[in-house]
Nanobody, 121 residues
């Protein structure tokens, strides 16, 4: 069974940096897309950054120039380097992966449990 394990969340000061990690484990035939979403209290979950097939990346406009997503394909792991954090807020960051477990099946979306990131002075 596929699992996504997130780490790296915590407290960061405005303007500071933090790196999130997400490792996919289990039976994985191929990964179609993998990346990060986030959700503020009482708000909708939104895309932050992701890789899609071919290595293309997508970023939310709000994080362009400040956040960078990168990956280690051999470890089925993606990272989110978050620099220049903006003024105080709290988000729950969720790793996701659209992947194929076997040649017999199509792709399916998986989600991590989430990791908190709080920006505060």
């Amino acid at each position: 069974q596929v699992q996504l394990l997130e780490s790296g969340g915590g407290l960061v000061q405005p303007g500071g940096s933090l790196r999130l990690s997400c490792a996919a484990s289990g039976t994985i035939f191929s990964i179609n897309a993998m990346g990060w979403y986030r959700q503020a209290p009482g708000k909708e979950r939104e895309l932050v950054a992701r890789f899609i097939s071919g290595g293309t990346t997508n970023y939310a406009d709000s994080v362009k120039g400040r956040f960078t997503i990168y990956r280690d394909n051999a470890k089925n792991t993606v990272y989110l380097q978050m620099n220049s954090q903006k003024a105080e807020h709290t988000y729950e960051y969720y790793c996701y992966a659209d992947l194929r477990e076997s040649v017999r099946y199509d792709t399916y979306n998986y989600w991590g449990q989430g990791t908190h990131v709080t920006v505060s002075s």
